[in-house]
């Protein structure tokens, strides 16, 4: 089995731990449809938590202040257009997405290339446009396809009005939006959500064992555990305005106590004579 394979069993499991620190972090998911994941079993005690339909996904809604500047397209090659992860023209651009992501490796120089290009340029010029209070809506599903959880989200304005695609790529940060270009995460697309039947967007999954690999694999190398979709939705969770606290990882890793810390009062007390 690959090591980036994520079975459903092992995608509840990790989802279970996951709302166990939301709940401790205040960070708000939950679980949705199908039986609870939290309260029913320990995940430790190496049994099968799902007991019944487990069939639902992770939820959480967040407000957002976003800039959007309706008045320019983002037209960047492959840009925000409904495309597929099996198109052929993808693949054909394949070397020059290469070359995309090696020229956006420096992150400072990213944004200061972007505010030095001009409108006709084809990029989105932010800086331009008004601040927006959004409500999202994210989801976390499994993909029994491609053995990976997926992130689904929706955004409407105060008044209820959805964006549209367009309006979505114009909302994502500059330094983001080239990089889901120019990446393994190059798809947004809208979709039908399986479990509820209504429109979407979708960071589509074909990619994702290309970019958790290397993740799993250092893990694995240093004998320490990991948590799939936490580690995974550090990724694309910001890419989208979904940012991960680092508590989640201080949860999951405490820090090593300092010898002073782990030393027997009667021998502190000894060495200080």
């Not at 993808?90 to 956006?104: F, I, L, M, R």
């Not at 340029?121 to 499994?142: K, P």
């Not at 940060?173 to 809208?190: A, D, E, G, V």
Request: hydrophobic share 30%; with cysteine.
């Amino acid at each position: 089995m690959s090591l980036c394979v994520l079975d459903e069993e092992n995608f509840h499991l990790c989802c279970q731990l996951l709302l166990q620190l939301s709940e401790q972090l205040g960070d708000g998911w939950s679980w949705e449809g199908g039986q609870s994941l939290l309260g029913s079993r320990n995940i430790t005690d190496g049994s099968d938590p799902a007991q019944g339909s487990q069939e639902g996904y992770l939820r959480k809604t967040a407000l957002r202040s976003v800039v959007i500047d309706s008045s320019s397209v983002w037209d960047y090659e492959g840009g925000w257009s409904d495309t597929s992860c099996q198109s052929q023209s993808e693949q054909q651009e394949g070397e020059q997405e290469q070359a995309a992501v090696d020229a956006s490796a420096d992150t400072n120089s990213i944004k200061g290339d972007l505010e030095e290009q001009d409108e006709d340029d084809g990029v989105c010029v932010v800086s331009a446009g008004s601040s927006q209070l959004l409500q999202y809506e994210y989801h976390i599903l499994h993909s029994c396809s491609y053995s990976t959880p997926v992130l689904y989200f929706r955004t409407c304005t105060q008044e209820g009005r959805s964006l549209s695609l367009e309006e979505v790529w114009s909302s994502v940060h500059p330094n983001y939006r080239l990089r889901l270009q120019s990446s393994p995460l190059n798809t947004i697309t809208l979709q039908e959500h399986p479990l509820l039947g209504q429109p979407f967007f979708m960071l589509h999954p074909c990619r994702t064992e290309e970019f958790m690999r290397p993740v799993l694999q250092a893990a694995q190398d240093q004998h320490r555990s990991v948590n799939y979709v936490l580690s995974w939705l550090s990724v694309v969770g910001p890419m989208v305005g979904l940012d991960v606290p680092l508590k989640y990882s201080t949860l999951l890793h405490p820090a090593a106590p300092s010898p002073a810390e782990i030393l027997p009062p009667c021998t502190e007390a000894a060495s200080s004579t």
